[in-house]
């Protein structure tokens, strides 16, 4: 199957179905301190040096087993990757 015919499943980011979009509120309809809140949130520097954002394909089964390690999985793919280069 290409990759047309068969669907992209990701587990962290789940496709919103009818009743995920009928539950959803409008920005404006969240309540006033909420919207404050949220609002005023910034990202803070960062406390290690910046990173470079790139898209690489890897497969299946690789993915599958770093994310099994949960949260943290692309760090330690970075970390392996060093380790290699070194």
Do not use: Y
Not at 59 to 73: I, K
């Amino acid at each position: 199957m290409n990759r047309a015919t068969k669907p992209v499943v990701d587990h962290e980011n789940p496709e919103w179905a009818r009743k995920d979009f009928e539950r959803a509120l409008p920005f404006s309809g969240l309540p006033p301190e909420l919207r404050r809140t949220l609002s005023g949130r910034t990202r803070g520097s960062q406390r290690t040096p910046k990173k470079v954002p790139v898209s690489i394909r890897l497969s299946p089964d690789v993915v599958e087993a770093f994310r099994s390690t949960g949260a943290g999985w692309q760090a330690r793919v970075d970390e392996i990757l060093r380790a290699h280069i070194k």
